[in-house]
């Protein structure tokens, strides 16, 4: 993952509603949600949630398609583990991070 790329998913991530949308369709998992479920369920009005979503989109951390007459929202997997491990990659200087009690892995540099 190049810098740009990185600077622009934390750039998209860095505000509360885009968060609080990725963090859903992580949950969701793959089959993801529609613009309808995700507006009633994080109560964020539509036209708000169409220009978080649009930014979610360019940033490479959200897909989007069509099943018929509706727009699915799904999380960028490889995306966001490629994210994860560019932000990680230079952790505790090259050295394996600790798991602990089944936790993820974390450093302690």
Partial sequence: MEDQDVIRALAALAQAHR??????????????L???????QL???????????KELTQAG???????????IY????ERMNALLGYLTAHCCEGAACAV??????????
């Fill in 43 to 53: 109560e964020i009005p539509a036209n708000t949630l169409s220009f978080h979503l």
């Fill in 19 to 32: 968060l609080r949308l990725f963090r859903a369709l992580v949950v969701a998992g793959p089959d993801g």
């Fill in 61 to 71: 951390l959200i897909t989007q398609s069509r099943d018929g007459r509706n727009l």
């Fill in 100 to 109: 602990t009690d089944g936790n993820p892995p974390a450093c302690h540099c």
């Fill in 34 to 40: 529609t613009p309808g479920t995700l507006a009633a």
């Fill in 74 to 77: 799904r999380a960028a997997y």
